[in-house]
């Protein structure tokens, strides 16, 4: 039976440690459970959030006013595939990185370079969430949603998620319940063909060579331990959103405009990161972005700070509000925008607040 409470502070259940009291708070274990505290709050027209790791979350000091709904179902079913390929089926209040965890383990490729980052199933085709050259809508087969406009429940197959980078139908519209998620995944000792740099240099491989799935796996803890990037209850730097800001991808004018100031701020054989994307536009860093608009590693204003290992990262050392940690963000947004003509949008949901 589901579990009911009043005047939960949320802060307990993000990641930054941030977030005012949830007016009610309800902990479903079952998909039965979760529907129906979904749809009751609708009907009684009371507003809601769902709520699974609270990894990618702002939540407002003033917290929500409405019913809290926390994800806790649990449950992973392998189903059979075509060839060497293993469909698994995830109840979306599984831990993603016990999940991945357990993929490695088991010899199934497709999500080992996915390890590490915090948060619950349920939350990756929404974010489509991905890191070191691999994304989740590589491997989603589907995702079963309750409808709350139609009021049923649904499967939306890969094209009807409409998957491109770090959004989903799912994000920015609350009508679809993520229920739980179908992988693809593939029977190998060896991971996906390795296309990041930086892991590629970290493992001592060329890009698109593979490794062990444990090879591959370590490499992406290390590298995001290098960064404050897996939780870590003894430091600070991981009491954070993860990244608070997407890669901006240019269109060609965006670019030129880049490529003039750069030259006029670092000097004319100054270069910044750029990835091509589909349609010739270009993406580009960031990180890299803020750091050259002045803003380094450890950078605070107030009790927030820019974490001390990835400059991608607001964190909230002790102390902070998330009205310390919003201007923070508004100042490095506005410190790119003077510096590059480039607007940072922010990666993270913003609940009851805005940048």
Known sequence: MAVFAEEVNLAGYTTLRLGGPARRFVEATTE??????????????EPVLVLGGGSNLVVS???????VVHIGTRGTDRMGGEGDTVRVRVQAGEDWDSFVARCVSDGL???????????????TPIQNVGAYGQDVSETIVEVRAYDRRDRACVTLDRDACRFTYRHSVFKGDDRYLVLDVTYALREAEESQPIAYAELAKRLGVRPGERVTLKEARDAVLELRRGKGMVLDAADPDTRSAGSFFTNPILDGDQVAELERRVAERLGPDAAFPRYPESGGRVKTSAAWLIDRAGFAKGHALGPARISTK?????????GARTADLLALAREVRAGVREAFGVELVNEPVLIGVAL
């Open 109 to 123: 490729a497709g999500i080992e370079c996915l390890s590490g980052i915090p948060g619950r199933v349920g939350a």
């Open 310 to 318: 990835h400059t991608l990262a607001l964190t909230n050392p002790g």
């Open 61 to 67: 000091d003033d917290g929500f006013p409405g019913t």
């Open 32 to 45: 039965a459970e979760l529907v129906a505290a979904v749809r009751a709050a609708d009907d009684e027209g």
